[in-house]
């Protein structure tokens, strides 16, 4: 597969995200449902903390992918929503350094929405994997 980013944008110096990847002769591809700061028993982890909430979900998001066989670097789009869209962009340097840490760059949507499915949610993140 060759995989190739399109106009990257930066954040405080950092890659935020591609406006675009093309990906030439993928052998397989992900499709990730929307996941959420859930701890270990199901419940909603991190309560009032979008930081903690932001480093959980991507930990859930990177356990299912590695159960597909896929990694975070594999993500070409992720779609990021929350129920309050200055306190995720005030603390985006979370999702900055979940992103390089992995060496993912994918595209992205962040959007706010009026409500997730449990109200203690602040953000749900859900991605398309390529190989």
């Known amino acids: 597969m060759h995989r190739e980013d399109i106009d990257p944008r930066f954040f405080g110096g950092k890659l935020a995200y591609n406006r675009a990847v093309v990906i030439e002769q993928p052998q397989r591809w ?20 979008i930081r ?22 594999d993500l070409v789009q992720i779609r990021i929503f929350t129920v309050d869209i200055a306190a995720v962009t005030a603390h985006y340097d979370t999702v900055l350094d979940v992103l390089a840490e992995a060496d993912s ?24 994997a390529a190989q």
């Open 105 to 128: 760059r994918p595209t992205s949507l962040l959007a706010e929405v009026r409500a997730l499915s449990d109200p203690r949610m602040l953000i749900e993140i859900e991605g398309l």
């Open 52 to 73: 903690g909430q932001i480093r959980l979900t991507f930990q859930r998001l990177a356990e299912t992918l590695d159960k597909a066989g896929f990694a975070l670097s």
């Open 30 to 49: 992900l499709a990730v449902a929307g996941h959420e700061a859930r701890d270990d028993e199901g419940g909603i982890a991190a309560e009032g903390d």
